[in-house]
């Protein structure tokens, strides 16, 4: 499988974003996608995940800001960003998972490249 991430960008704070991630492969829909971030010197974080059969969840610090969302006639999850702030900047990747349920991919493989989000005035 692999993972193609598009969408981040440069953007003022309380701006928008919508990141893709499209999957090669034919076993999008029967997994849980997952979109994290990773800013210098801090750990990687769940930012937002999908099961999939819809199902989602979000790190505190997003809810009610960020909406993930996936479509599997073109095997493509979504992430999008609103009333983003600097605190959000970060290399924003997303990932196939390993079961239905869980959205942690279960190899290297399963990462998508990263896309860059900066907000910033």
């Known amino acids: 499988v692999q993972l193609q991430a598009s969408g981040g960008g440069l953007v003022q704070p309380g701006g928008s974003l919508r990141l893709s991630c499209t999957a090669s492969g034919s076993i999008f829909s029967t997994k849980a996608m997952g979109w994290w971030r990773q800013s210098p010197g801090k750990q990687r974080e769940l930012v937002a995940s999908i099961t999939s059969g819809g199902g989602d969840n979000y790190l505190d610090s997003v809810k009610g800001r960020f909406t993930i969302s996936r479509d599997n006639v073109k095997d493509t999850v979504y992430l999008q960003m609103n009333s983003l702030k600097p605190e959000d900047t970060a290399v924003y990747y997303c990932?196939?998972?390993?079961?239905?349920?869980?959205?942690?991919?279960?190899?290297?493989?399963?990462w998508g490249q990263g896309t860059l989000v900066t907000v910033s005035s």
């Open positions: 990932s196939l998972g390993s079961t239905w349920l869980d959205p942690a991919p279960a190899d290297s493989g399963s």
